[in-house]
């Protein structure tokens, strides 16, 4: 039985090299983005595979609940929550519009697709949620002489992370599973279009990067970083989380009581 993947952001990059696996896969597609020509063309080369295409701009609230409406109405067995912009800025320097469009494709799209297809897998007994978020997650201790300025890019992953990690936990024992894939820095288009030239620093393949999504699912990882060969690390911060988390206490900290 041929099974039903929607992919966001399938019109190019990572989301686009998904939906290419996919659908040599032999998975039936929904395909997201907000050029049709683009998912047109998609459609017409993978002819083998039904593919429906949704032209939806993810920014705002009509293209969020029309692709919310298929994740609610079909049954879909893969949804992956790709499709993404960064636009890297000090925020004094972001336009409001700019950062409501990086919080509403990464955020409120995410959950509000999550939150529309969650129910149905739950029903079925079966289900796989594929967020994309970064590496750019982890690196909030970074001194500004590391980060280029990015805050609200970087805050929308770690919500994907922290995420995913507590919706895993949530759906355990209900057949539905919650992933979070971290790319460093992946060989598309993301960095150009806002006038980065990343070109000259070593970049992992999209066939690389879906590659190892695929077989971080078949691992059963909910955080997926396929660029990390040691994934010790990964542990050592979730520890970490944890340690902190089971630290607090009702007791003002002695370091806080005024002198
Ligand atoms: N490349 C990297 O190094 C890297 C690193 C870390 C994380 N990521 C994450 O990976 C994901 C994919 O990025 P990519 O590298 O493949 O970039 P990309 O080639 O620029 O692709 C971005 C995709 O998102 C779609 N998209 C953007 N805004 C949208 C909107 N408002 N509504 C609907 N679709 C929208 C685009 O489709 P249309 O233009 O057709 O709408 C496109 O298909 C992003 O979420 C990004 O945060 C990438």
């Known amino acids: 039985m041929s099974s039903l993947a929607l992919v966001t952001g399938?019109?190019?990059?990572?989301?686009?090299?998904?939906?290419?696996?996919?659908?040599?896969?032999?998975h039936d597609l929904i395909v997201v983005g907000r050029t049709q020509d683009k998912l047109d063309a998609f459609a017409d080369a993978h002819p083998h595979v039904k593919v429906?295409?949704?032209?939806?701009?993810?920014?705002?609230?009509?293209?969020?609940?029309a692709v919310a409406a298929y994740c609610a109405d079909e049954p879909?067995?893969?949804?992956i929550n790709n499709a993404?912009?960064?636009h890297y800025m000090p925020l004094a320097d972001l336009p409001a519009g700019k950062a409501r469009e990086i919080v509403n494709v990464k955020v409120l799209a995410p959950?509000?697709?999550?939150?529309?297809?969650?129910?149905?897998?739950?029903?079925?007994?079966?289900?796989?949620?594929?967020?994309?978020?970064?590496m750019i997650a982890f690196s909030g201790p970074a001194g500004p002489e590391v980060m280029p300025r990015r805050a609200v890019y970087a805050g929308t992953l770690a919500h994907l992370v922290t995420m995913s990690q507590t919706l895993a936990a949530e759906l355990e024992g209900t057949g539905v599973t919650v992933h979070v894939v971290c790319p460093g820095i992946v060989a598309t288009n993301f960095h150009a279009a806002q006038g980065i030239d990343a070109s000259a620093i070593p970049r992992m393949s999209t066939d690389d990067f879906v590659t190892g999504t695929l077989r971080g699912l078949e691992l059963g990882e909910v955080v997926i970083a396929p660029g990390i060969e040691d994934r010790t690390l990964l542990h050592?911060?979730?520890?970490?989380?944890?340690?902190?988390?089971?630290?607090?206490?009702p007791t003002l900290a002695t370091r806080y009581q005024s002198n």
Do not use: W, Y
């Open 10 to 26: 399938a019109t190019s990059g990572i989301g686009l090299a998904f939906a290419e696996r996919l659908a040599a896969d032999g």
């Open 52 to 65: 429906r295409t949704v032209a939806a701009d993810l920014s705002t609230p009509q293209g969020i609940d």
């Open 76 to 79: 879909l067995d893969l949804l």
């Open 84 to 86: 993404g912009v960064a």
């Open 111 to 134: 959950t509000l697709l999550m939150n529309a297809a969650v129910g149905g897998m739950q029903e079925r007994g079966k289900g796989t949620i594929v967020n994309i978020a970064g």
């Open 236 to 249: 050592a911060v979730f520890q970490a989380d944890l340690a902190a988390f089971a630290g607090q206490s």
